[in-house]
């Protein structure tokens, strides 16, 4: 909202959230691990990692791994259950905005989120 529309950016929260759209949890895995070897910090909860100034980044994953109900279901058990319900229309309904050709080069708006 903020890049397409002109939003102010306001915080109830510290934390970052990402959902990502994933067919397996090996590719979630994948994906967490990618972000540790870049310098990310593990913490208890499975989708929360720290980045280099300790502030919380929560990657929600979600689609081919939800049941029905829109729940994943953490592994190895499956004992803690997370409902997903509304990202995949997010997704479904969500406007592109390409803030950068090269990402790589995009300098952050401020660095207090």
């Known amino acids: 909202m903020h890049y397409g529309y002109g939003a102010k950016i306001k915080r109830a929260t ?6 990502i759209r994933v067919g397996n ?3 979630f895995n994948a994906i967490k ?14 989708h929360r990692l720290l980045d280099a100034g300790g502030r919380q980044i929560d990657i929600v994953p979600f689609g081919e791994i939800e049941d029905s ?4 279901n953490w592994p ?3 004992d803690l259950q997370m409902v997903v319900l509304g990202f995949q229309e997010a997704i ?4 592109v905005v390409r803030i950068s050709e090269d990402p790589g080069t ?6 207090t989120y």
Not at 14 to 19: L, P, R, W
């Open 14 to 19: 510290t934390d970052i959230d990402f959902g």
């Open 25 to 27: 949890w090996e590719i």
């Open 33 to 46: 691990n990618s972000l540790i070897d870049l310098g990310f910090k593990t913490t208890r909860y499975e």
């Open 69 to 72: 109900q829109a729940n994943i």
């Open 76 to 78: 190895p058990n499956g």
């Open 92 to 95: 479904d309904h969500a406007e």
């Open 106 to 111: 995009c300098q952050p708006v401020s660095d």
